[in-house]
Every structure is written in structure tokens, then in C-alpha cells.
């Protein structure tokens, strides 16, 4: 359960993180025209983004499926 969490949460955020980036990008005032940039600076990128979303994934899931636990112990447990 905690797999199939982290990685839905994974995606999620990696899409809003994306949908931020390009929102940032459109909002900021146009910069001259520079290079684009190459192929392994696109890719560092795109694996930045997907192991911050990871991360973030993964703090989300503990405290999730950590308060979780801690509601059910200190209600009674099984």
C-alpha cells in the first residue's frame, strides 16, 4: 500500500511541479533571446524534478501512514 502511495504521490507531484515551473516561466518578463539549452541540461532537469517529487513523495507518505498508525494507537489499537 505504502509503495502504490508514494509512487501515485510521486507523479502528482512531479506534474504540479512541472505545471509551477512552466507558470513561473510564462510570468517572468521575457529575457533576451539566449541558447536553448542542450540535451543533457533538458535531462538534469526533468531527473531533478523527478527525484524532488520523489522526496517530497516520501515525506508525504510517512506522515500520512505515520499519523495513521499514531490515530489508530492512541485510540485503542487492535
Avoid: C, D, Y
Avoid at 516520501?58 to 506522515?63: D, G, M, Q, W
Avoid at 500520512?64 to 498508525?69: D, F, K, N, R, S
Amino acid at each position: 500500500m505504502s509503495l502504490l502511495l508514494m509512487a501515485v504521490l510521486t507523479v502528482l507531484v512531479f506534474m504540479g511541479l512541472r505545471w509551477r515551473e512552466e507558470r513561473m516561466a510564462s510570468a517572468a518578463k521575457p529575457a533576451p533571446k539566449a541558447p536553448r539549452p542542450g540535451w543533457l541540461a533538458t535531462q538534469k532537469r526533468a531527473a531533478n524534478r523527478w527525484v524532488t517529487a520523489a522526496a517530497i513523495a516520501a515525506l508525504a507518505t510517512i506522515v500520512l501512514l505515520g499519523g495513521i498508525h499514531w490515530v489508530r494507537e492512541l485510540s485503542g489499537g487492535w
